[in-house]
């Protein structure tokens, strides 16, 4: 089956370009790409109930995909749990807490769905390089999407990536390099040597396909909650992708009668202290974010300092009725170990951020009683083995059997 894309439109001027050529960024101002396909056609073509029998995986929801079914490059990506979270949810005071584990997806992290769209389209327009800055986890999905594409990959990401993440991405056989600074020092590098070698540009939102992956994270939320949606989506937001991805899918889910047309949701972006130009920008009422001057925290993949869609987020979060909030590192440490002990959810830093945002905006009162709330661990927790904690293992003398009576959760 090919797709039912007919354009791309440019996020800020509204022009169209064709989708069947190899396309970066808007031509006249630099805005991001989307693209558009015929939802009256796929309206016609898919009712929602037909889903029962098709495969449990992102590939599911094609009729709004950008690739033909023929070509997937894919990895086996399941549809990632929706777990109910009680305990932890009692930790936050929120009743109806669901984190949505995205853990479980090929290379650990939720970027398996955005290489897994915008690998199969660059390798349907002909691509054989491909180059891409990331803050880690990124790199490792383009890296492995790559390599089962047959790909050249060439990944640039900041030397304060965490270890376990940089020889992922070298394990794959990409050519992985890294700067000092951010993921915005290595999107200099990228720009250049894409320029200068005539490489394919796989940054966030240079290419307009990685996005149309992420949105399948949003018609599989609304698709187990029975094509429902939650009050509050908790995410946490580095170049914004996810959170744009989602709000599209929902755009896109009404029109096609997915979802009811008044479905929403209200949804929160979560960034940390050390790094939060949405979240100020979001505070002061501007429209797009300032460059965080050096942007500090351990959850390396929401360490963006500036987000080429910045301005779409901020449109997002303001269209919805949500609301953007920052968190300390300690915060988010704190979060991964309640996880970890109340639900034995090996939660990322960004997962445990969102849970800390939410914490935090349930004691302001803007997350109300009852309300039901949506936390998305982007990522395994195994990624960042140098930042698990939780007690030590105590060494056995011969013989010793030091045990005492404990409370569990
Ligand atoms: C990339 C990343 C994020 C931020 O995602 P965006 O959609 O780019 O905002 C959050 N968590 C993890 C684990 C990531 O790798
Ligand atoms: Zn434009």
């Known amino acids: 089956m090919t797709s039912f894309a007919t354009h791309l439109e440019c996020s800020?001027?509204?022009?169209?370009?064709?989708?069947?050529?190899?396309?970066?960024?808007?031509?006249?101002?630099?805005?991001?790409?989307?693209?558009?396909?015929?939802?009256?056609?796929?309206?016609?073509?898919?009712?929602?109930?037909?889903?029962?029998?098709?495969?449990?995986?992102?590939?599911?929801?094609?009729?709004?995909?950008?690739?033909?079914?023929?070509?997937?490059v894919s990895l086996g990506e399941p549809m990632t749990p929706l777990n109910e979270a009680p305990r932890l949810g009692a930790?936050?005071?929120?009743?109806?807490?669901?984190?949505?584990?995205?853990?479980?997806?090929?290379?650990?992290?939720?970027?398996?769905?955005?290489?897994?769209?915008?690998?199969?389209?660059?390798?349907?327009?002909?691509?054989?390089?491909?180059?891409?800055?990331?803050?880690?986890?990124?790199?490792?999905?383009?890296?492995?999407?790559?390599?089962?594409?047959h790909l050249r990959v060439i990944v640039v990401m900041p030397d304060t990536t965490p270890d376990v993440i940089v020889r992922e991405t070298s394990a794959y056989g990409a050519e992985v390099y890294v700067v000092p600074g951010s993921i915005a020092q290595a999107g200099q590098v990228v720009r250049g040597a894409c320029s200068r070698y005539g490489w394919y540009d796989a940054s966030t939102l240079r290419e307009p396909y990685r996005i149309e992956g992420k949105k399948t994270m949003g018609f599989e939320l609304a698709h187990q909650l029975e094509w429902r949606l939650p009050d509050v989506i908790v995410y946490p937001t580095g170049g914004g992708v996810g959170l744009i991805g989602m709000w599209k899918a929902f755009q896109e889910a009404r029109a096609i009668g997915w979802l009811d047309a008044n479905a929403k949701t209200r949804f929160v972006a979560v960034q940390s202290t050390g790094c939060a130009p949405i979240v100020k920008a979001f505070t002061d009422g501007r429209g797009e974010s300032e460059s965080w001057p050096d942007p500090q925290t351990f959850a390396a993949g929401i360490r963006v300092p500036k987000a080429l869609?910045?301005?779409?987020?901020?449109?997002?979060?303001?269209?919805?009725?949500?609301?953007?909030?920052?968190?300390?590192?300690?915060?988010?440490?704190?979060?991964?170990?309640?996880?970890?002990?109340?639900?034995?959810?090996?939660?990322?830093?960004?997962?445990?951020?969102?849970?800390?945002?939410?914490?935090?905006?349930?004691?302001?009162?803007?997350?109300?009683?009852?309300?039901q709330v949506v936390v998305f661990n982007t990522g395994t927790g195994l990624k960042y083995a140098e930042s698990l904690q939780g007690e030590r293992p105590r060494r056995l003398d011969e013989g010793a059997l030091p045990f005492e009576e404990r409370q569990v959760y």
Not at 22 to 34: E, H, M, T
Not at 39 to 53: D, E, N
Not at 92 to 97: E, R, S
């Open 12 to 72: 800020r001027c509204q022009e169209d370009f064709p989708v069947d050529q190899i396309a970066q960024v808007c031509k006249n101002d630099g805005g991001p790409l989307f693209v558009r396909y015929d939802l009256v056609r796929a309206k016609a073509a898919f009712p929602k109930h037909g889903f029962s029998w098709r495969e449990q995986t992102l590939w599911q929801y094609r009729e709004l995909l950008p690739t033909s079914d023929d070509n997937r």
């Open 91 to 149: 930790a936050l005071g929120i009743a109806n807490l669901k984190v949505k584990d995205e853990g479980l997806l090929p290379t650990g992290t939720f970027k398996a769905r955005g290489a897994a769209i915008g690998v199969t389209r660059a390798k349907e327009l002909g691509v054989r390089t491909l180059a891409l800055p990331t803050a880690g986890n990124a790199g490792a999905a383009w890296a492995a999407y790559g390599a089962r594409a």
């Open 309 to 371: 869609g910045d301005f779409i987020v901020l449109r997002a979060l303001r269209e919805s009725e949500g609301t953007a909030v920052a968190v300390t590192d300690e915060e988010i440490a704190a979060q991964m170990r309640t996880a970890g002990e109340t639900e034995g959810m090996l939660v990322c830093p960004e997962g445990a951020a969102g849970l800390a945002g939410a914490t935090k905006l349930r004691r302001a009162g803007w997350i109300r009683d009852g309300e």
